[in-house]
């Protein structure tokens, strides 16, 4: 996939493609092709999650994860890295892994998703964007 800095839809997936894409920008302004983006306007995107894939490219540990010990339980049952992500936020997306109810890795993923619920894993508005502070496996609500 090649990214095109004057593709909108290339915009806004995640901060690696946004930097790919301004460096982009950044040549083609040196090379006189555009004109110059104003240096006063405040760029503020709103990224999506990583998806688990880029995450774990990107990062040596998956401590820096909002959702650590989630993603971590998922992962190590052997769930996709995508999937594990976004079960880690708290979707319930068990689609991702099959469609077959009786799929055994399916349920597995079911039972560890309703553990951490039933531990309120996840914060109730949601709007924290980061793992409980005061959260320990194994707590009990």
Same mark, same amino acid.
């Given at each position: 996939?090649?990214?095109?800095?004057?593709?909108?839809?290339?915009?806004?997936? @995640?901060?690696?493609? !946004? @930097?790919?894409?301004?460096?982009?920008?950044?040549?083609?302004?040196?090379?006189? !092709?555009? %004109?110059?983006?104003?240096?006063?306007?405040?760029?503020?995107?709103?990224?999506?999650? *990583?998806?688990?894939? %880029?995450?774990?490219?990107?990062? @040596?540990?998956?401590?820096?994860?909002?959702?650590?010990?989630?993603?971590?339980?998922?992962?190590?049952?052997?769930?996709?890295? &995508?999937?594990?992500?976004?079960?880690?936020?708290?979707?319930?997306? *068990? &689609?991702?892994?099959?469609? &077959?109810? !009786?799929?055994?890795?399916?349920?597995?993923?079911?039972?560890?998703? !309703?553990?951490?619920?039933?531990?309120?894993?996840?914060? &109730?508005?949601?709007? @924290?964007?980061?793992?409980?502070?005061?959260?320990?496996?194994?707590?009990?609500?």
């Amino acid at each position: 996939m090649t990214l095109d800095y004057r593709n909108p839809n290339d915009w806004g997936r @995640s901060p690696l493609t !946004d @930097s790919a894409l301004r460096l982009q920008q950044l040549l083609a302004e040196a090379s006189g !092709d555009i %004109e110059p983006v104003d240096p006063d306007v405040e760029e503020t995107f709103d990224y999506p999650t *990583f998806t688990g894939t %880029e995450f774990l490219a990107t990062h @040596s540990t998956i401590d820096d994860h909002p959702y650590a010990a989630a993603f971590g339980q998922f992962l190590g049952n052997g769930i996709d890295p &995508d999937a594990a992500n976004l079960l880690a936020h708290g979707q319930n997306r *068990f &689609d991702l892994i099959s469609d &077959d109810l !009786d799929s055994p890795l399916r349920q597995r993923a079911t039972r560890i998703y !309703d553990r951490f619920v039933e531990m309120n894993y996840w914060p &109730d508005d949601d709007e @924290s964007g980061h793992e409980p502070d005061n959260f320990t496996w194994g707590e009990q609500p």
